[in-house]
Each structure stands twice: as structure tokens, then as C-alpha cells.
């Protein structure tokens, strides 16, 4: 059963441009999360998702981020006209019952 | 918002010593969680704990559910050099929507 996967792994931008970050849950789960870390800090929640629909989105900034979890495919982070404050390490967790969550390897987005 | 103050910030000890971490918090959970992260890697689920009061042990490391469910804390006994990371605790609510809050995170560093 593989675990959770996000690609890319590192994306690097320019301020203005869009990143798009997508997570493959572990099979059989249906709740995902979205975290943000910035260096030498902890997790910040963005946003939690459960198929197709956005559940709580409570930590997620109002403008230029949005997220999705479609019917079929991955789960999209995406991020419009980055900024260099959007430099971080972005998790994607999955859990099967809302419970334990499990994390990909992140994606380290940079802007120059 | 909830909040969980994780202490110490960091620790560098020597291997074989034993560790102590602790999260606390001004709110209630229903679950506390214990991750590790690795350098460049997404957290690792180590320890759930579901019941105030609960003592649960992983190998080497061991965790407590406190009494008033406002507090965690986590034991590594016998560290060795493989231990070195940072390690977040996590508290789970259950009422009105579903969240789960990381600690700032303890960074171990242990030497050989």
C-alpha cells in the first residue's frame, strides 16, 4: 500500500506565477489535509477536504489559495500570483477515518 | 483559537541519556498524537493516545494522555544518533468540525 504522495517535490517559481501542488492519498482514504511549515516552525492547517468537498478551510489565506479533492484524481493545492512569503514546505496528510493522519514528503515550494 | 505549547524547544544530548518532552494546552483534546519528522521528510505518526490518563509505549519511546486531557508527554529512553529529529505532539478536537493542532515541535539532537 503505498503512502501518501505529493508532487513535486520542489517547485520554484517566480513571483506572479501559479503553483500547483498535488497530493495522492493512501488508497482507501478519503479525508485530506492541507499544512503549510515555514523554517524552524511547526504545522499550520490550511484547509481539510473530503471528497469533493472542502470541509474546513478555517487556516487558509482568503485570496489566491484554493484547494479541491475531485471525484477521481489527486488533491490540488493551488496558489495564484505567488509572493515570496509563500516560500514554505507544504504537507498533505490522509487518514481513512478523520483520526491518525499521514503525511507525504512534502513539497518545498520556493519563490524567486 | 486552540493552542499547544511544546517544551523544550530543542535538546542536545548524549546518546544513551534519556529524553522528556511535553506538550500542554488551555483546551480540552480527545486525541493527542506524537509525530517525527526527518530532515526533508514529512511527519511520522509514532503514538496515539485516545483516553485521558492512557500510557502507551512504541519500543523505546512511551507517551501519557494526562488526567484533564490538557497535556501530553512523550519519553525516548536509551536515545541513539537515529532519534535525532523534531518531534511534534498533535491535539485532536471532536466537537463542532474536526481540526488537528501541532505543537511548535521539540528538535533533538543527540550525540554519538
Known amino acids: 500500500n503505498a503512502g501518501v504522495m505529493q508532487n513535486p517535490r520542489h517547485l520554484v517559481r517566480r513571483r506572479g506565477q501559479e503553483a500547483r501542488l498535488r497530493c495522492s492519498p493512501m488508497?482507501?482514504?478519503?479525508?485530506v489535509y492541507w499544512y503549510r511549515q515555514l523554517p524552524e516552525e511547526g504545522l499550520k492547517f490550511m484547509v481539510y477536504l473530503q471528497k469533493e468537498n472542502i470541509i474546513d478551510e478555517s487556516g487558509m489565506p482568503k485570496e489566491r489559495f484554493s484547494a479541491e479533492f475531485p471525484k477521481e484524481g489527486p488533491s490540488i493545492l493551488r496558489i495564484q500570483q505567488v509572493v515570496r512569503g509563500d516560500s514554505a514546505a507544504y504537507f498533505c496528510a490522509s487518514s481513512p477515518n478523520n483520526e491518525k493522519l499521514f503525511f507525504g514528503s512534502g513539497t518545498q515550494l520556493s519563490v524567486l | 483559537g486552540q493552542q499547544l505549547n511544546q517544551s523544550p524547544q530543542s535538546m542536545f544530548i548524549q546518546e544513551g541519556e534519556d529524553v522528556s518532552m511535553n506538550c500542554t494546552s488551555s483546551s480540552i483534546f480527545n486525541t493527542w498524537l506524537w509525530y517525527k519528522q526527518d530532515p526533508g521528510e514529512g511527519p511520522v505518526l509514532l503514538i496515539a493516545l485516545y483516553k485521558a490518563g492512557e500510557l502507551t509505549s512504541n519500543g523505546r519511546l512511551t507517551a501519557q494522555f494526562g488526567i484533564t486531557r490538557k497535556d501530553s508527554f512523550l519519553n525516548i529512553s536509551a536515545s541513539i544518533p537515529s532519534d535525532v529529529g523534531i518531534y511534534f505532539c498533535a491535539g485532536q478536537l471532536r466537537t463542532g468540525g474536526f481540526k488537528t493542532i501541532f505543537g511548535a515541535g521539540t528538535r533533538l539532537f543527540v550525540k554519538a
Open positions: 488508497k482507501g482514504h478519503s479525508h
